[in-house]
């Protein structure tokens, strides 16, 4: 149980275009989502928080027009990548709480290779 | 935000040796896991601590909380090149519900 798939694994795109990555819980509902970020033998950071049916947080130094995030029902956030730059290329990951927030249990997704070129 | 320090970055031993990886913080956690996360993958949880001197043990790897619940441990005892990974250390932030992780400790273990 408490599976997260994202989708794609990876992707491949020009600069300047958008790039969309799915995150779904495929056996629990997850009130809360995260997205993060990792960047080549680094940890992971995170960008903002989904709430389903809510607006997202975001971290400090994360653009929310350039990372849209849309957590629409309680198994699916999407995170947005808009005109995207080689320097968004990183490993993109979600986590998903079913149990909302304040407890331990965040199962994440086994990521998201984005390369800008 | 509550930052956590992991140590070392970097370790390479050969199969059978036993190590350890540390996770020290200047703030208190209400609990901290321990995650390992091979390359090209999300990270897995191994272990969550909560109370201040818990010593959990997961077959050859054993994981402490420190009594003031600032810190916590990882020790492996006869390493395998399975062992191999990425071992990130979090702690709910201030927030209560978001994870910050450490840097993380990056194992080899050699035939």
């Known amino acids: 149980g408490a599976v997260v798939s994202q989708h794609p694994s990876r992707v491949i795109c020009k600069s300047g275009t958008s790039v969309k990555i799915e995150c779904r819980s495929l056996d629990f509902q997850a009130t809360t989502m995260f997205w993060y970020r990792q960047f080549p033998k680094q940890s992971l950071m995170l960008m903002a928080t989904?709430?389903?049916?809510?607006?997202?947080?975001?971290e400090q130094g994360v653009e929310k027009d350039k990372f849209l995030i849309n957590h629409a029902s309680l198994t699916l956030s999407t995170l947005t990548v808009t005109s995207a730059h080689p320097e968004d290329s990183s490993f993109y990951i979600c986590s998903a709480s079913p149990s909302g927030p304040g407890l331990y249990e965040q199962y994440f997704g086994p990521g998201t290779r984005l390369t800008v070129t | 935000t509550q930052l956590l320090e992991q140590s070392p970055q970097f370790l390479s031993i050969q199969e059978g040796e036993n190590l350890t990886v540390y996770c020290n913080s200047s703030s208190v956690f209400s609990s901290l896991q321990w995650y390992r996360q091979e390359p090209g993958e999300g990270p897995v949880l191994l272990v969550t601590v909560v109370t201040g001197g818990e010593v959990k043990k997961l077959k050859r790897l054993t994981f402490q909380f420190g009594d003031a619940r600032k810190d916590s441990s990882l020790h492996i005892t006869a390493a395998q090149t399975g062992d191999t990974g990425l071992y990130l250390c979090?702690?709910?932030?201030?927030?209560?519900?978001?994870?910050?992780f450490g840097k993380g400790t990056s194992l080899l273990v050699t035939p």
């Open positions: 979090a702690g709910f932030g201030d927030s209560g519900y978001a994870l910050n």
């Open positions: 989904s709430n389903e049916g809510s607006k997202a947080t975001y």
